[in-house]
């Protein structure tokens, strides 16, 4: 909110000039719309392939199953600078390096932790009698997950859907091996800004996301809290 063009505290004047900079300036426009169309193409893959998979989880004692859920989990493991080399390596030779594909794919594979381990814990609470007695009345198991089971677990879903979301926002270091061209992030185009000169635009985006995330997150929660 600084009215001058150092980063400095505290600030000589107050001003939004940094707001309106970014907001008017098509550059930034413009990695901001890939980021957003990425991170709402993410939650649509993610969210459905990660329930499935959570459901999977959840009623098999098998382990290939348990193998499954432990590999599904590594995106939080392993280092992300190592993700992103293998991705950056395998893209590469399939073509997919500066494509808006490319970069959904890899956000999936980020987001799809955050859904199942969300799902998982909704399930776990829920009585699996109910759809048992829905398919024993004729339903088959899909329809009688998504009358019976679905329902009671939205809000994990929803939350799940809420940090996958978030992931595929923040992301950098991926973006900085695999985005460019059209499809620059804006997290991207942050970071490559920042070796010119420290910009309090970057500052007020910074804020934006900062704030944006906050009451996701809040969103998140509070759909949890009401299904308790």
């Not at 004729?138 to 979301?165: C, D, E, H």
């Not at 973006?175 to 910009?199: C, H, K, N, P, W």
């Amino acid at each position: 909110f600084s009215g001058t063009r150092f980063l400095t505290f505290p600030p000589p004047s107050f001003s939004l000039r940094w707001y309106e900079e970014y907001f008017g300036n098509p550059a930034w426009m413009q990695a901001t719309k890939v980021s957003l169309t990425i991170a709402a193409l993410t939650v649509a893959l993610a969210t459905p392939l990660g329930v499935a998979a959570a459901y999977a989880i959840s009623n098999s004692q098998s382990r290939l199953m348990r193998s499954l859920h432990m590999v599904l989990m590594l995106p939080l493991i392993v280092p992300i600078i190592i993700i992103a080399i293998g991705i950056f390596f395998v893209y590469a030779k399939v073509g997919l390096i500066a494509t808006l594909p490319g970069l959904v794919l890899a956000n999936v594979m980020l987001g799809l932790p955050y859904v199942i381990t969300s799902v998982v814990a909704g399930l776990q609470s829920f009585d699996p009698a109910q759809e048992m007695v829905a398919r024993s009345l004729g339903m088959n198991r899909l329809r009688a997950f998504l009358t019976v089971t679905l329902p009671q677990i939205k809000a994990s879903v929803f939350a799940g859907g809420i940090f996958a979301f978030i992931s595929a926002i923040d992301e950098t270091i991926i973006s900085l091996f695999v985005s460019g061209g059209q499809y620059q992030t804006l997290t991207r185009r942050m970071f490559t800004a920042l070796r010119d000169e420290i910009d309090p635009t970057i500052a007020s985006i910074s804020t934006l996301l900062t704030a944006a995330s906050f009451v996701l997150v809040l969103l998140a929660m509070s759909g949890q809290k009401k299904a308790a």
